[in-house]
């Protein structure tokens, strides 16, 4: 029983009930809920680029960092190195100190040595006059003396060179 | 069978009030609960605004599945949302209630003859569900056809060549497929009314014990079921055919 009717009428009640609901009741449905996704895609994104922010200045301090270590090492080493360089020259300095002091002692030794030795020299002379004259008294006069003087004087200043 | 007030009864163009009128509350109720829903439309959803939103993104999703690209989807959206809740409401107004009112007499005006009020027992019916009218879910079944055709007569070339390839039996879905898309919407919501009917026409015990009140209450679970699943089915099927001829964006 199929009516002509019915079907044309229900095909233009539904269309005229589709505008309907769609104009007022679909439509700010839709909309609002578009306008949350597109609210919800915007969060989204910021907090994307947020996060890109975040992880451009992380990497900066992370560098930032980096540099800092690596001058405090460059310091260190630097210092230590001036450190060193001051102790080699410390020590270089004593050791030319201590040399010259060891020099200037060797010297003195021997300008002591030779002193001493002139003095004795000059004391066993006197001696040797002294016991030659006291046993050549009486043989000798005093132009023998004085040649006899001179003959000891050069083998003497031989034997001390 | 109950008999329905008519418009031009007796003409190639009878009319069934009760359907028309039905489909108007049933349209009315949609736009009301919608109305509500969006009172206080807020970003943030609460009460019956979620439930629409939910409703919404479900006929996304439905259609999502079933359309070829975002384009056609967006473009049937309201088309697939208002036919759910509509059949929706449609479907379930003839579980909650259906009214008929007894005649004793005749009204020629209305197409109520003696002749069919003696087949319906004096009973002629006000209140159903819209969709137990084969007229109007064939009507229903025929717009969505048009709708498909038309939207494939943007692309005339693609349009006349779906015809014959893969194969020329496609012809034949053209008339099965509207038929059956009406047909099965009809035949499920106006076998649960009638079973309804039924059921509460047993009588009672004794004139007491209501035997039928179980099998009633079974009946009317299972039958908010099919309302429930009709209502998806043909919106599927209507997004499944429109979807079937939106050439544009289609891999083949």
Redesign the interface.
């Known amino acids: 029983m199929f009516e002509t009717g019915t079907f044309v009428v229900s095909i233009v009640t539904f269309l005229i009930l589709f505008w309907l609901i769609q104009r007022f009741g679909f439509k700010p449905l839709a909309n609002i809920m578009e306008q949350r996704r597109l609210h919800v895609e915007k969060q989204i994104s910021d907090a994307e680029q947020q996060r890109a922010e975040a992880e451009k200045l992380l990497a900066e301090q992370r560098a930032l960092l980096e540099q800092a270590r690596q001058d405090a090492r460059n310091l260190l080493d630097a210092a230590r190195a001036r450190a060193d360089e001051q102790a080699r020259s410390i020590i270089a300095e004593a050791q030319a100190e201590s040399q010259r002091l060891l020099d200037e002692a060797r010297q003195l030794i021997e300008r002591e040595r030779t002193e001493a030795l002139n003095a004795a020299l000059q004391q066993v002379a006197e001696i040797t006059v002294e016991l030659t004259s006291k046993l050549l008294r009486n043989h000798v006069s005093e132009t023998v003396h004085k040649e006899m003087l001179q003959e000891a004087e050069k083998q003497l200043g031989e034997l001390v060179c | 069978m109950p008999a329905f007030p008519?418009?031009?009864a007796n003409?190639?163009?009878?009319?069934?009030l009760t359907?028309?009128a039905m489909?108007?509350f049933a349209?009315l109720v949609?736009?009301i609960?919608?109305?509500i829903?969006?009172r206080k439309?807020?970003?943030h959803?609460r009460g019956f605004?979620n439930v629409?939103?939910w409703a919404?993104e479900f006929t996304a999703t439905m259609a999502k599945d079933t359309m070829p690209n975002e384009q056609v989807v967006q473009w049937i959206?309201?088309?697939a949302?208002?036919?759910l809740i509509?059949l929706f409401v449609s479907n379930w107004l003839g579980l909650i209630a259906t009214v008929a009112i007894h005649l004793h007499h005749p009204v020629p005006a209305l197409g109520i003859t003696a002749e069919k009020l003696s087949e319906s027992k004096g009973e002629v019916m006000l209140f159903d569900s819209?969709t137990a009218?084969?007229?109007?879910t064939?009507?229903?079944a025929?717009?969505v056809w048009i709708i498909a055709h038309a939207r494939g007569l943007r692309h005339p070339k693609i349009w006349l060549k779906h015809f014959v390839s893969p194969s020329p039996l496609a012809i034949l879905e053209e008339i099965t497929n509207p038929l059956t898309h009406g047909m099965r919407l009809y035949g499920n919501i106006f076998a649960g009314e009638a079973l309804i009917g039924i059921f509460l026409g047993i009588p009672y015990l004794f004139g007491w014990v209501p035997t039928g009140l179980p099998l009633l209450l079974v009946w009317l679970f299972y039958s908010g079921f099919v309302s429930t699943i009709q209502a998806y089915v043909f919106s599927i099927l209507m997004c499944l055919y429109i979807g079937n001829k939106s050439f544009e964006g289609q891999t083949h």
């Open positions: 008519y418009l031009f003409t190639f163009f009878p009319i069934n359907t028309i489909m108007v349209g949609v736009l609960a919608l109305r829903a969006v439309l807020d970003m959803p605004q629409m939103e919404v959206m309201p088309l949302f208002t036919m509509f819209p009218n084969m007229s109007m064939l009507g229903l025929v717009m």
